[in-house]
C-alpha cells in the first residue's frame, strides 16, 4: 500500500513539475495520444507516455523499480494488438525505445 501510494506521490510531482524537459516529453506523449487520429497512433502514444513516465518514477525512487516496471508492462500488453494482425502506424509518432512489453516481462 505504501508503494502505490509512494509511485502515485512521484507520478504527480512529476507531472506538476512543468519546468522539467522530461515532464515536457511525457506531456507531448500524452497530447499526441488525445489527439491521434488512428487507434495505432494512440496506442503507440500512450506507450510512450506510461513508458517515459515508468522510468522517470524509477530514476527518482529506484527501490519502486520492481513495482513500477510490473505495472508498466501490463499497461504496455494492454495497448498490444495480440489477438489480430496489428495496424500499420501512419502517424508522425515514434517508439521510444523500451515501450514494448518485452522489455518488461517478468522472469519466470
Given amino acids: 500500500m505504501r508503494q ?11 507531472l506538476n513539475d512543468v519546468s522539467n524537459p522530461i515532464t515536457a516529453l511525457i506531456l507531448v506523449e500524452k497530447a499526441k495520444a488525445k489527439g491521434a487520429t ?5 496506442r503507440v502514444a500512450l506507450r510512450n507516455y506510461h513508458t517515459l513516465l515508468a522510468k522517470r518514477i524509477v530514476a527518482l525512487d529506484g527501490s519502486l523499480k520492481q513495482p513500477v ?7 504496455l500488453r494492454e495497448l498490444e494488438q495480440r489477438r489480430v494482425r496489428p495496424s500499420v502506424l ?9 515501450s514494448n512489453s518485452a522489455a518488461y516481462e517478468p522472469s519466470r
Fill in 4 to 14: 502505490a501510494i509512494r509511485i502515485r506521490e512521484l507520478k504527480t510531482q512529476i
Fill in 69 to 75: 516496471e510490473a505495472d508498466l508492462y501490463n499497461k
Fill in 38 to 42: 488512428t487507434y495505432e497512433g494512440r
Fill in 90 to 98: 501512419i502517424e508522425p509518432v515514434a517508439p521510444v525505445e523500451g
